[in-house]
């Protein structure tokens, strides 16, 4: 191979007096895609920030940066100099398209800015060149699309345009920072196949930066692993995805890969990694289903083993087993949960009932117009004592919306919601005070959930201040809660913002628990964290699931997740359940087109390996 | 500007305060943290913790100063306020008269000392009126789900704020008479809007949180939503509000003075003396001098004192080692 188109030496990054990327090297030879994986905090994003020299001014950047062709350090060169670089020999894909476009400005005119403050193009070249580059990112219609302003996309879309931007100028160098961590699963996948696609037309050296590993796997041939600012391992996707060896990385790859558990039904984490078989290992099953990049096959084959052992004690056994065999019979997946309701004896009274429920959101759109959103369509949804019910469904499909909903936070335009005994209705407070006994809610966000001016034991102890509990009380309940969720007795004086994202939510966890509901309700609770403290959370909630003898609603855009966690899964798009019923058979076997798209377009490492 | 409209720099000022360090606040929650929490993790924080301790300790400093010359004047002056000295009017500084006489030989700094009581007691009035009746309608405004409720509220609130604040000082003191009383009152009222439409803002915003929803699923009521979440939320956003209004008010009220519609004779008022100094400004400036460096002081006091109070509250700040 020739001389490398990029390369890195000793660079370390430090702010102030301490050193947050300790030195490094890596190289990327032209038109090679090098994967950079970490989690939060490894400092992958600060590297790649480093080399198109945009730190943050706190921060300084020792070592060399060096670009094929153009001499010297980069990281001595000037800012103006720089300027040059960016967007032309060198360009970048950011997180958030949304805030990295200009939305006051026609996307046309952002994709042909780029090409004209580079000089490679005059006004009129730039302008037809940038239609021609929106119709390479596969946007319908390019010339339309090239005079809307940036709100009138989507976020794929949007995603699209910034592509475009970056390849505008044919660079020789793209850095994609965590490029579609904010993208739906079917939208993230045809975003990673364009990359793939551009990149290879262009002959494009490809730095892709995510914590996600099914899909490094996916876009990149050469991985290099990250830990609190240090390269822990580099090696070829099959060389890291099948002979890990690094520990920390074999532990980042037991912790994502959903489908393996350990002897007791439960998620590796970065602990128990050792005991992990290895995401090589479903690489055995039969060739001719994981060519389909469906999963299903060796996931099965993985998941299976372990719980055959383990016995009852695997949990998505148990009670869904008998629902399960009952359903295969029972053949369509629309009558399923009807079915079972109808069947089986313990069954007849479902916990929580939803029937025809509706929310029409009413915008003002000005002084005389109004919009209407169905953010529900008629919800019917059935939710037996100790089921574990998994709500799936892309952004604005209004599986947030339905949760609101169960839990009394807003009205419903129409039908009726039943939890136990209690029908809900936000105006019935007496109703509502019994029902949230019962019912409890994990929230999304770790770092918005948690009132910053509370300690955490008046966190934990606030929803027994409405039951009328004294102070005694809700200390020893929220000492015997903090234990449950793993922490220390200390944490119950501290503030919320003194614990990671995964503390934080165990915390939430702990509130939600505190009440000792009968169902609990978690909205997206393991979305905003890392990979490693995702596993832990999950299992945190199984286990306490099992230990509380719980009804679960889990809602989640993560596939793999719902299928780990649940026994059962509603499948949500634009306001409707396109498909409901026992986990497994929609897994495998989709009625609904939707559900395959989904289920096809989640990226794995499996599928990623064997493609 | 006009001293008697305490909105003007109101509103720009809690912005004007970088103390949350960019980019820490949650943008999207499945962001990739990396920067940020790599951004955050000393410098910047430690750096804004110092200037937040410099700027509160400067800003106690100086109130300091102004409630000490209050409080003292109780107990002791240099001279007695009531007996001028008639041998020495017009005096210079001396050791005697350390910052000088006026015309009837009045000791400045006695007067001085006097006068700290009525800024500091306008300014604890005004602002205390303002704050007690703006927070708890912005709260409401931001909070309540009827609409019609919080359009009332706001739209009442603009017409106050349409309302000049030096006519409702004119009227006041044409119906009560002119007094430390109705100025203060007056000065108070007019500063209602800032304080509604910061609580209002703030409420909005802490309302979007899912602190709120966990706090109504664990079914607090409305008040104790307000009391407990909402309030000391958006204290720090008051207390800046709150020194603002403080020093505005020191302003206002020397202003209201200076008019004659203010604190009237025989009360020292800073901003009375002012305008006595005003015909001796060309032979005895420091009259003037006086009285006006000890308004800059009050200010500048209550404004760095209310930046530093702000950041001292933040645990997110306090927190951190």
Known sequence: MSAPLLSVRDLTISTGSREIVHPLAFEIAPGERLGLIGESGSGKSLTSSAVMGLLPSEMSARGTVALSGEGANLLERSESSLARLRGNRMSMVFQEPMSALNPLMRVGAQVAEVMRLHRTATRDQAMTRAIDLLDQVH????????????HQLSGGQRQRIMLAIALANSPDLLICDEPTTALDVTVQSAVLDLIDEQVAARGTGLLFITHDLAVVARVCERVMVMNRGRVVETGTVDQIFTAPQHEY??????????????????????????????AGAPADA?????????????????????????????QPAGTSAVGRAEDREAGGAWDAS??????????????????????TFTRRAGLFRSDRVEALKGIDLNVRAGGRMGIVGESGSGKSTLLSILSGLETPTAGRIRVGDVVVDPEDYSGLTAMRRDLQIVFQD?????????????????????????????????????????????????FPHQFSGGQRQRISI??????????????????????????????????????????????????GVVRHLCSDVAVMRSGEIVEQGPTDQVYDDPAHDYTRALVAATPTIHAALNV | MNPLDPHGPATGSPAAHPSVPPGSAAQTPAADAATRSAATADTPVGRSRRTAELTFVVGLVLVGIVVVLALVSFVWTPHPPTRPDAAARLEGMSVTHLFGTDRFGRDTLTWIMLGARVTLLVGVVAVGIAMLIGVPLGVLAGMTRARWLSGLIMRGNDLLLAFPALLLAIVFSAVFGPGTGPAMVAIGIAAIPAFARVARSGTLQIMGREYIAAARTANRTPLQIAIQHVVPNIAGLVIVQASVTFALSVLAEAGLSFLGLGTQPPTPSWGRMLQESQQFLGSRPELALWPGLFIAIAVLGFNLLGDGLRDRLDPTLRGRS
Do not use: C, W
Request: no cysteine.
């Open chain 1, 249 to 278: 990385t074999r532990g980042l790859l037991a912790a994502s890969d959903l489908t393996a558990t350990d002897d007791r039904g439960r998620l590796f984490t970065i602990a128990t990694a050792a005991a992990y078989p290895g």
């Open chain 1, 510 to 559: 702990a509130r939600a628990l505190v009440t000792r509901p009968r169902i609990l309700v978690a909205d997206e609770p393991v979305s905003a964290l890392d990979v490693s403290v995702r596993a832990q959370v999950l299992n945190l909630l199984a286990d306490l699931v099992d230990e509380y003898s719980l009804t679960l609603v889990f809602v989640s855009h993560d596939l």
């Open chain 1, 286 to 314: 039969p060739a001719a289903r994981v060519t389909g990049e469906t999963q299903p096959a060796g996931a099965s084959v993985a998941e299976q083993t372990p719980a055959a052992e383990a016995g009852e004690q695997s």
């Open chain 1, 446 to 494: 770790p770092y918005a959930s948690l009132d910053p001016r509370m300690s955490v034991a008046e966190i934990i102890g606030e929803p027994l201040r409405s039951m009328g509990l004294d102070g005694a009380e809700r200390k020893d309940r929220a000492e015997e809660m903090i234990e449950a969720v793993g922490l220390d007795h200390d944490s119950l004086t501290r």
């Open chain 1, 139 to 150: 946007l319908p219609d390019p010339a339309a699309a090239a005079r809307a302003y940036p």
């Open chain 1, 338 to 359: 009807g079915k079972t309701g109808r069947d089986e004896p313990s069954d007849t009274a479902h916990l929580i009932e939803m029937s025809g429920v509706v929310k």
